[in-house]
T-cell receptor, first 113, second 112 residues
Framework: AQSVTQLGSHVSVSEGALVLLRCNYS??????LFWYVQYPNQGLQLLLK??????LVKGINGFEAEFKKSETSFHLTKPSAHMSDAAEYFC???????????FGIGTKLQVIP | DTAVSQTPKYLVTQMGNDKSIKCEQN?????MYWYKQDSKKFLKIMFS???????INETVPNRFSPKSPDKAHLNLHINSLELGDSAVYFC???????????FGSGTRLTVV
């Protein structure tokens, strides 16, 4: 079984401030973890992923996430928020060789000028 | 060239009608999916095909029937549409086992 929990359905930050979106996962085997972003009226786009190896992964648009096995977490961060970062962000989990990806409920990021 | 393309983008129809949504990918992926996104943005997998074979069939009313004529195409046919079917339907594709999805831009279905 696998699941993800995203803490905070809405997060507001000021432009230039740190972005922190939280994700905790549950998986019976080593997970593959993902963050996707969805801009209004668009499909989801892959931001970054963790499979094996380095636990700090960097993605597009200056985002990064750190896999912490002891905390079963995969939080998404960006040092300085930009207005264009306003979107819905989804954490997701799967297992190696497993076809089904399970998505979290999403976190809507608002960036305040 | 759009990697995963869905048609139509918008679909407004009356209750009881039958409608189809089409999806095509040009990425050479072997696995395709249909997801339903409700008004609260929750994404739920419906079906998945790997090389034209149905591999995931979640608890979905049998009014929904997917078809994959080849590994680049996955269509969704919906019979006897109901108000609760209103949602955005996303097609996605991936190489098997990777979890890296490429999503289409979605089909917004409104049943009136």
């Amino acid at each position: 079984a696998q699941s993800v929990t995203q803490l905070g359905s809405h997060v507001s930050v000021s432009e230039g401030a740190l972005v922190l979106l939280r994700c905790n996962y549950s998986s019976s085997v080593p997970p593959y973890l993902f963050w996707y972003v969805q801009y209004p009226n668009q499909g989801l786009q892959l931001l970054l992923k963790y499979t094996t190896g380095a636990t700090l992964v960097k993605g597009i648009n200056g985002f990064e996430a750190e896999f912490k096995k002891s905390e079963t977490s995969f939080h998404l961060t960006k040092p300085s928020a930009h207005m264009s970062d306003a979107a819905e962000y989804f954490c997701a989990v799967t297992q190696t060789g497993y076809q089904k990806v399970t998505f979290g409920i999403g976190t809507k990021l608002q960036v305040i000028p | 060239d759009t990697a995963v393309s869905q048609t139509p983008k918008y679909l407004v129809t009356q209750m009881g009608n039958d409608k189809s949504i089409k999806c095509e990918q040009n990425l050479g992926h072997d696995t395709m999916y249909w997801y339903k996104q409700d008004s609260k943005k929750f994404l739920k997998i419906m079906f998945s095909y790997n090389n034209k074979e149905l591999i995931i069939n979640e608890t979905v009313p049998n009014r929904f029937s997917p078809k994959s004529p080849d590994k680049a195409h996955l269509n969704l046919h919906i019979n006897s549409l109901e108000l609760g079917d209103s949602a955005v339907y996303f097609c996605a594709s991936s190489s098997s086992g990777t979890g890296d999805y490429t999503f289409g831009s979605g089909t917004r279905l409104t049943v009136v």
